[in-house]
T-cell receptor, first 114, second 112 residues
Framework: EAGVTQSPTHLIKTRGQQATLRCSPI?????VYWYQQALGLGLQFLLW???????NRGNFPPRFSGRQFPNYSSELNVNALELEDSALYLC?????????????FGDGTRLSIL | EDKVVQSPLSLVVHEGDTVTLNCSYE??????LLWYKQEKKAPTFLFML????IEKKSGRLSSILDKKELSSILNITATQTGDSAIYLC????????????FGPGTSLSVIP
C-alpha cells in the first residue's frame, strides 16, 4: 500500500511569492490534514479536508488556503509568503472522518523563504 | 487555552537504558491521546489512548493514560540506537472532531 505522498520535497521561494504544495492520501482515505512544523515548534494544525470540503482550519491567516480534489488529493496554497512561513509542511490522511484515530503522515515539503 | 506539554524536551541515554517520556494536557472535552515517533520527516503512529483503553503495549514500548492527572507516559525499555527520534504527543479535544493539539515533542538520542 502506497503511503501519503507529498511534492515537492523542497521548495525555495522569496518573500511575497506564492507557494503550492501537493498531497496524495493513502488510497481509500478521504480525510486530509495539513500541519506546519516550524523549527523548534510542535506541529501546528492548519487545515482539514474531508470529501472535498474544508471541515476546519487552525489559527492561521487567510493567505493559507487549500482545496481537496475529487480523487481526495489536496493542495495547500500560501500567498504573500513571509520569512516566518519557512517550515516543514506535513500532510496526513486518515480513513475515518475527523482527526480522531491515527493519521498517516507524508514526508513533508520543506519550504524555505529567502 | 488548550495545550499539551511534554517533558523532557531533550534526553540522551545509553543503549539498554529504560526511558520514560511525559505528556500532560489541558484540553476541553478530552477524547483521545496519541503518540507518534518522528525520525527524519514523517511522524509514524505508535499508540492511541482513550477512556476505554488507557494502557497500550507494543514490544519494548508501552504507554499509560492517567485521566485523573491529565497525563500520559511513554516507556521504552532496553533502548536501541534506532529509538533515536522525536516523540510527539497529540491530544484530541472538543466534541466536533475539530481540534488536534500536538506537544513540542521530546528529542531522544540513544548512544551506543
Amino acid at each position: 500500500e502506497a503511503g501519503v505522498t507529498q511534492s515537492p520535497t523542497h521548495l525555495i521561494k522569496t518573500r511575497g511569492q506564492q507557494a503550492t504544495l501537493r498531497c496524495s492520501p493513502i488510497s481509500g482515505h478521504t480525510s486530509v490534514y495539513w500541519y506546519q512544523q516550524a523549527l523548534g515548534l510542535g506541529l501546528q494544525f492548519l487545515l482539514w479536508y474531508d470529501e472535498g470540503e474544508e471541515r476546519n482550519r487552525g489559527n492561521f491567516p487567510p493567505r493559507f488556503s487549500g482545496r481537496q480534489f475529487p480523487n481526495y488529493s489536496s493542495e495547500l496554497n500560501v500567498n504573500a509568503l513571509e520569512l516566518e512561513d519557512s517550515a516543514l509542511y506535513l500532510c496526513a490522511s486518515s480513513s475515518r472522518t475527523g482527526p480522531e484515530g491515527p493519521q498517516h503522515f507524508g514526508d513533508g515539503t520543506r519550504l524555505s523563504i529567502l | 487555552e488548550d495545550k499539551v506539554v511534554q517533558s523532557p524536551l531533550s534526553l540522551v541515554v545509553h543503549e539498554g537504558d529504560t526511558v520514560t517520556l511525559n505528556c500532560s494536557y489541558e484540553v476541553t472535552n478530552f477524547r483521545s491521546l496519541l503518540w507518534y515517533k518522528q525520525e527524519k520527516k514523517a511522524p509514524t503512529f505508535l499508540f492511541m489512548l482513550t477512556s476505554s483503553g488507557i494502557e497500550k503495549k507494543s514490544g519494548r514500548l508501552s504507554s499509560i493514560l492517567d485521566k485523573k492527572e491529565l497525563s500520559s507516559i511513554l516507556n521504552i525499555t532496553a533502548t536501541q540506537t534506532g529509538d533515536s527520534a522525536i516523540y510527539l504527543c497529540a491530544v484530541l479535544g472538543e466534541t466536533s472532531y475539530d481540534k488536534v493539539i500536538f506537544g513540542p515533542g521530546t528529542s531522544l538520542s540513544v548512544i551506543p
